[in-house]
């Protein structure tokens, strides 16, 4: 079953940030969305997980930034002019989302929320929490912030066991 959207304005709609990755349209609860910055240069971090593109320094805030179309699977994204980074707080861990354009701010009714495919959520697919559709346009893909961090986080386990085993191998020669 799908998580619940927490970004109600009433007790019947949602406010959603909605973007483009690699042509799809995608959105996430605005209620998350600190700011929207045009693409800047971001700083390789040495031995970041694969999934985090780097770091920028935004207001002196020194933020970790995910190439979302690279989370999502689709390899990295191609970082046109309408690039943006979206900077998000998720209770205090704050983030950029890289993304290839910001489209618009939907406010729809919660009842417009469908879950994802049952054959989808089965095979275990859950990037995507609900789907908006919406008439003559593809529809909105409304991505799980949780899973995505999931994602970086797992990225980054076989990086720490091989730096384990490095540690440990350097330290029995003599």
């Given amino acids: 079953m799908a998580e619940p959207l927490t970004g109600m304005l009433d007790a019947g709609n ?97 009842s417009r929320l469908e879950d994802v495919p049952d054959l989808a959520s089965q095979a275990g697919y859950d990037a995507v929490r609900h789907v908006v559709r919406r008439p003559g346009e593809p529809p909105i893909m409304v991505l799980s912030l949780e899973t995505l961090l999931e994602r970086v986080y797992r990225s980054a386990i076989p990086d720490r066991a091989a730096r384990g085993s490095e540690a440990d191998g350097a330290g029995g020669e003599a």
């Fill in 14 to 110: 949602v406010n959603l940030a909605c973007f483009e990755v690699n042509g799809t349209a995608f959105a996430i609860e605005i209620d998350t969305v600190r700011e929207i910055v045009r693409r800047t240069e971001i700083t390789p971090l040495p031995r970041a997980p694969e999934l985090i593109e780097g770091i920028v320094d935004l207001r002196g805030m020194v933020i970790p930034v995910l190439d979302l179309s690279r989370a999502l699977g689709q390899g990295p994204s191609v970082h046109g002019e309408r690039a943006r980074i979206l900077i998000l707080d998720l209770e205090g861990l704050v983030l950029g989302l890289l993304v290839d354009a910001a489209t618009d701010v939907l406010s729809i009714e919660s």
